[in-house]
């Protein structure tokens, strides 16, 4: 048997999430159905994440196991040709034999991305949030600090049932930028809670219209209540952006690095 570590990209407007759902379509289920055409069989795909509805990935990784001997390169190619143009196959790797998607990452990094001008943008429908008002980036670089290091993120995340035991996740890096009429927030931890990079943005976007100060910030993460903090930013904004494991990192490039066992 082998392990598969294989890098997808796609575009989640298409999609109601990563995980197979019963009435809606999901990625999982359309790449699960290209593997099975491939491979001539159905092997157990675990993603590393489980982004929701409308979220996109630059980087999302599928373990799999598998004795089919086909080499990746054919194997990439072929699934690219029965997925949807919405996915694709960007990378894969042999991997350790232990290796799961989920539970060997070592950290991920999202994205969110808005469109800051005052005339939306038709062409970024669904994969950019439109705010209109504007945005003091020196004000958001000050926010996004407060939330640097090892923090319980409760007032954060919506609790349903995902998250249990210790809410604690360390940010590495917290910031914002501007290209032009996009602004776009990067996140990096060593794990995310249930829609913490929404709750974040959506928190952070009240800190630009005033309503809550950057000062008051540590005062919330220390709340540990989800009503002290900001709304949930929408979906279409977010993109998981880079996947790290010992050794390896998944970004829209593929893999880059070798496994360190």
Known sequence: ???????????????HGWQVQKNASSVQQTFQDAVERVLG????????????????????????????????????????????????????????????????????????????????????????????????????????????GPHDFSSFCTLDGRDR???????????????????????????FLYNMVRILVGTQLYVAQGKIKPEELPRILEARDRSQAGPTAPPQGLYLNRVFYRGLTCSAAGFQGEFDE
């Open 1 to 15: 048997m082998r392990t598969l570590l294989l890098a997808l990209a796609y575009d989640g407007a298409c999609f």
């Open 41 to 148: 069989e159905r092997p157990d795909c675990k993603g590393c994440s489980r982004t929701d509805s409308g979220v996109h990935a630059n980087c999302f990784c599928v373990s799999l196991r598998t004795s089919h001997p086909i080499p990746c390169e054919r194997l990439q190619a072929a699934l690219n040709h029965f997925l949807p143009e919405s996915v694709s196959v960007l990378d894969i790797r042999e991997a350790p034999e232990s290796l799961h998607a989920r539970y060997s990452c070592l950290g991920k990094e999202y994205e969110y991305r808005i469109w800051n001008a005052r005339a939306r943008n038709p062409f970024l429908r669904g994969r950019a949030l439109h705010y209109y008002y504007p945005l003091d980036l020196e004000l958001l670089g000050r926010a996004a600090a407060c939330f640097l």
């Open 165 to 191: 035991g210790d809410l604690t996740r360390t940010i590495t890096r917290s910031e914002w930028r501007r290209e032009g009429d996009s602004v776009i927030y990067t996140v990096a931890a060593d794990g």
